[in-house]
């Protein structure tokens, strides 16, 4: 399974086993599989004829509609999130002929699915943190550099100096690392943050995510 990024994963064929560690489930048509902390591995029996759509934390976010938070270390079937969605995916692609015709009509969906969410909220919004960030040079993790006066980071006791190494236990190795977990978290949904203040000392926070009006902030 991947670690980086989420995965989409469509099956076409007959009803399938997965099996994950010694765990077992049938009759996936389709399912995600969250942003992973280590990689995992996973094995499906029955008949692979399924496609397998990489997504990045901002372009899961814009398609499932849900903070990455709640998918983290998970692999979910995709009926339990939007059965309507996931009938659309997996029923276009199955009527398809050929394969690239099959990648065209997934491609149809996800575009629309983007669409119609800009179409409703007039911006695809991301979480915000009103924080400048920077890679620190001493150890893993981000390290804040500037804060902006009334803003979520603000707001929960982050100050200039201080180096965020973990967002909901899972570590952040970098700025980019951070920044991607910020933007791919709905506005309004609480993250919990520990980083070392400014005097080196251990420290958590629950921080109240913005939003970034589809501008590209932390």
Not at 5 to 17: I, K, T
Not at 53 to 68: E, F, Q, T, Y
Request: no cysteine.
């Amino acid at each position: 399974m991947p670690k980086l990024d989420a995965a989409l994963f469509l099956n076409f064929g007959s009803p399938h086993r997965l099996f994950e560690g010694q765990s077992e489930r049938t009759g996936f048509r389709a399912w995600i599989v969250g942003l992973q902390s280590g990689f995992r591995l996973g094995e499906a029996l029955g008949v692979r004829e399924f496609m397998v759509v990489r997504l990045s934390p901002i372009g899961a976010n814009l398609i499932l509609r849900l903070p990455m938070n709640l998918i983290a270390n998970r692999i979910m079937d995709l009926d339990d999130l939007d059965s309507r969605f996931a009938a659309d995916l997996t029923s276009r692609g199955y009527l398809a002929s050929t394969w690239p015709e099959r990648l065209s009509a997934v491609e149809k969906v996800l575009a629309k699915r983007i669409a119609d969410e800009l179409i409703a909220t007039g911006t695809a919004s991301h979480g915000f943190l009103g924080a400048r960030l920077a890679d620190d040079t001493n150890s893993s993790g981000a390290r804040v550099v500037e804060v902006s006066n009334g803003g979520p980071a603000a707001a929960a006791g982050l100050a200039v100096g201080a180096v965020v190494t973990t967002v909901d236990d899972q570590p952040i190795g970098n700025a980019d690392a951070l920044t991607a977990v910020v933007q791919s978290t709905a506005p309004g949904a609480t993250i919990a943050v520990g980083y070392l203040d400014p005097s080196g000392r251990a420290r958590s926070a629950r921080v109240l995510l913005g939003t970034d009006q589809g501008q590209p902030q932390s």
